[in-house]
């Protein structure tokens, strides 16, 4: 007993005596190789003593007996370069031990909020704001996200894809990206929004090689490639590395807010004066019989839709219209753009009472008859939408977003909206053929929007992320 209460207590000196000592026990040490190259920095050795020589550490072997004389064994180098320090009853394995958050950037390569904010902001990415946050990024270094990252890379190494500067998914793209959530593909989701394809031409691939030439050779960014895309080329958009990115250390998150932009007034007087034009004059399609005319290219279908629903006067008395066009509106990675935004006024005294709805106006040459809409019957004008089609989805969405930035400003409601259809005839044989309806919000479609919303923000960007991650590293 009194042994081993020596031992306790000298444990320390006992410790040093071993670190400046050449041979132990007959075994020697090179000079080269003392204590510190066993791979045990100096907060080992005082673990490795108050907890391995009192007896209060974990170990994999059975405890011997307790009455058996304490015997110290030789310090030396197993075969998986770990030190090993065999005191009596137990025999433990000691490791180096980093501190945690060492580990995290050294072993997983983690790369916190801010580092991803300047990697974006080097790469010229603009991504929403406000969607970048710790939980996404530790989703993103799971196994299942790194390995959908690895099917991206691996395209990516094919020049099949080229990274999208600004990744936003488009309102008329939320129908097949609902379906795409539904059977939980992140994969083709995440190409959809981050990524685009590019043509198989030599000059496309030259053009990212040369960039990737320029990014391996970069050496005044944060970042820089992984060792292995120094040497294998990759499609990857140029680093932007000047004086100015030395002051990119602190960028703010922001919010993620809904946006609507203001657009392009549009005047009362100029729709009630303007004239239909001659649709018998559209070109002929000569490639496509069935496609007679370009109706695309009236450069006024989109202002004669808006005049036609103008002039039926269906807002009623003591209510005043405005009409803005090209309202841009976003909303984390939903993004669209307005056709017309309608803003309807009380014109009585005292009235304070706002509307604000969307007017989307489609041209068609008979497709979307019986797709999209059902003509009436009995020769109205109201046209019965299908809730299937993918334009329903799309004025669906731009309806959340408008709902979701009145909830942040309380300024206004947008719980209709407005579908005007021109049909186009060959020859002009029935001119000015328009259909038009009302559409409501749709409280089921505007919660699948809301889950896709999160669904993008989430699991989506995470895969992104990994796609960085497996790209990019921190230049240290």
């Not at 196994?143 to 999208?164: G, S, Y």
């Not at 005047?267 to 069935?290: A, F």
């Not at 309202?327 to 935004?341: H, M």
């Not at 699991?459 to 960085?468: E, I």
Request: with cysteine; net charge positive; hydrophobic share 35%.
């Amino acid at each position: 007993m009194e042994h081993k209460k020596h031992r306790v207590q000298h444990g320390a000196e006992k410790a040093a005596e071993w670190k400046d000592e050449s041979c132990i026990k007959g075994k020697c040490l090179d000079d080269k190789k003392r204590w510190n190259s066993a791979g045990l920095c100096e907060l080992d050795l005082n673990i490795t003593m108050e907890v391995g020589l009192i007896g209060n550490m974990d170990v994999k072997k059975e405890i011997q007996d307790e009455n058996k004389p304490a015997q110290f064994k030789t310090v030396g180098h197993d075969t998986k370069g770990q030190s090993r320090i065999i005191d009596g009853p137990k025999m433990q394995s000691c490791t180096k031990i980093p501190c945690e958050e060492t580990t995290k950037k050294e072993i997983v390569g983690q790369l916190d909020v801010n580092d991803y904010l300047v990697l974006l902001k080097s790469l010229r990415i603009s991504l929403p704001k406000g969607v970048l946050n710790p939980k996404v990024i530790e989703l993103s270094h799971t196994a299942d996200m790194i390995q959908k990252a690895k099917d991206i890379v691996k395209d990516l190494e094919n020049f099949k894809f080229k990274f999208n500067s600004i990744p936003r998914l488009g309102c008329r793209e939320v129908k097949s990206s609902l379906a795409l959530k539904k059977n939980g593909k992140v994969l083709e989701t995440a190409i959809m929004i981050f990524f685009e394809k590019i043509k198989d031409s030599e000059e496309t691939q030259e053009t990212l090689k040369a960039k990737w030439r320029e990014n391996a050779s970069n050496t005044t960014c944060r970042f820089r490639f992984r060792d292995k895309y120094k040497r294998v080329a990759i499609s990857a958009p140029a680093m932007y590395a000047t004086r100015e990115t030395r002051s990119w250390k602190h960028l703010e998150v922001g919010e993620n807010l809904a946006h609507v932009c203001e657009g392009t007034a549009v005047r009362v007087r100029d729709i009630e004066n303007r004239q239909y034009c001659d649709e018998s004059t559209l070109e002929k399609y000569p490639p496509c019989p069935e496609k007679f005319g370009m109706y695309f290219q009236n450069p006024a279908d989109e202002l004669e839709c808006l005049k036609f629903f103008h002039e039926l006067g269906e807002i009623g008395e003591n209510k005043r219209m405005s009409y803005t066009k090209n309202n841009k509106v976003d909303f984390g990675f939903l993004s669209g753009r307005l056709d017309f935004l309608a803003e309807v006024t009380d014109s009585r005294a005292n009235c304070k009472a706002k509307e604000k709805f969307v007017i989307e106006c489609k041209g068609t040459t008979g497709d979307m008859v019986g797709k999209l809409f059902t003509k009436p019957k009995n020769g109205g004008r109201h046209a019965l939408l299908k809730k299937k089609h993918e334009c329903y989805y799309q004025v669906q969405a731009y309806m959340y977003i408008l709902n979701r930035s009145a909830k942040q400003t309380q300024t206004f409601t947008s719980d209709r909206a407005v579908m005007v259809i021109r049909h186009y005839h060959e020859n002009g044989q029935v001119p000015r053929d328009f259909y038009w309806n009302y559409m409501e919000k749709d409280a089921e479609v505007q919660q699948q929007i809301d889950e896709l919303c999160a669904f993008c923000k989430e699991d989506v960007l995470a895969c992104f992320l990994a796609v960085l991650n497996l790209i990019f590293q921190l230049d240290e």
